[in-house]
């Protein structure tokens, strides 16, 4: 989406550590009127595919899996992050990594909202490793219900994480893929799909 | 609001505790399109009063806050939470007491994103002993910004913190405000400014 990778080169900053900070309009402060847009790309990817639910995890992927959800009509869920895995009987959990925090965590659902009859799309902020869309699919896996695919707003391509779903057979949709960055310099996988 | 009133009646849990548990529709599982409603309601009541920001926290607020962001037209910051006082200079911080949690954080913005020429609405889902919403007053205050006002969707008005605060001065709009509660029966204060 040739609109995002240029708000992402005008507006992102490269932090050592491989960090990309998108603080300005995504992740802290949020431009809801650009977010809204990113929700109606992510929407129309996903239309006619009986998407019925949205999961996403807290807390940065609410505001555009809020968008998505608006455009395709849907509800959101959006999975809890718990420290440890003191969990309850009655939520489905999965472990996962977080590459921008460096820590583990255990995402976890109600088993109320999620179930065999439901057709899920996983919305995420970030893409790098893939640890949270894995995380979030095994969540819906356990509660039988079928994956319809991933978005992801920002995917670092170099980072395998998304490759590495889709060589699995799983759609995932990623609406700026970075397949190089250095200060000042961010290069993005060209993307045929592409409308905005 | 009335719509609102009715869901909760219909949809919200009454825990031990003094819990009201509305993870149906607001806090896990999100009825986007409701929370639509919600988020234009508040922009409705704060249209006109120069809001150029809304600040909420994270998590459970970020999806009606950036509904009201969107109908307001104008970008969201949330501040994020960290559990010790090891801050970092570019941020302004404030201490908080969350009731649903029973711990304490402190909540914490970038001073990129707030400034002394900020008229800001802030927006949480619930509103119990207004600590979070004193925490972020705070916030924008040591921004020298303005507070336009404070929005929440759920008032728990048996615990007081949005009447001390409008004692004080504050412009507090709750789209609903619970009177008393007990299981099977919720009591709501009258609305005299709505419309919905």
């Known amino acids: 989406m040739k609109l995002l990778e240029d708000k992402i080169t005008a507006e992102g900053k490269v932090l050592p550590g491989n960090i990309l900070k998108v603080d300005g309009f995504l992740n802290h402060r949020i431009d809801v009127e650009f977010v809204m847009l990113l929700g109606k790309e992510i929407a129309r990817r996903y239309e006619g595919c009986g998407v019925n639910k949205i999961l996403t995890i807290e807390a940065s992927g609410i505001a555009v899996a809020t968008a998505a959800a608006f455009y395709l009509n849907v509800p959101l869920i959006f999975a809890k992050k ?3 895995g003191n969990i309850a009987d009655d939520v489905y959990s999965a472990g996962a990594h977080s590459f921008t925090h460096g820590n583990d965590y255990v995402a976890v659902v109600s088993k109320e909202y999620l179930s065999a009859d439901d057709t899920v799309l996983i919305v995420d902020d ?3 490793l893939g640890s949270a869309l894995e995380c979030l699919m095994s969540i819906v896996e356990q509660a039988g219900g079928k994956v319809a695919g991933c978005a992801s707003i920002i995917e670092k391509g170099y980072q395998g994480g998304g490759d590495k779903l889709r060589a699995k057979g799983v759609r995932v949709e990623s609406l700026a893929i ?11 996988r060209p993307d045929e799909g592409e409308l905005l």
């Open 126 to 128: 970030f893409l790098a």
């Open 82 to 84: 718990h420290k440890s």
């Open 178 to 188: 970075i397949e190089s960055m250095e200060t000042g310099k961010i290069t993005y």
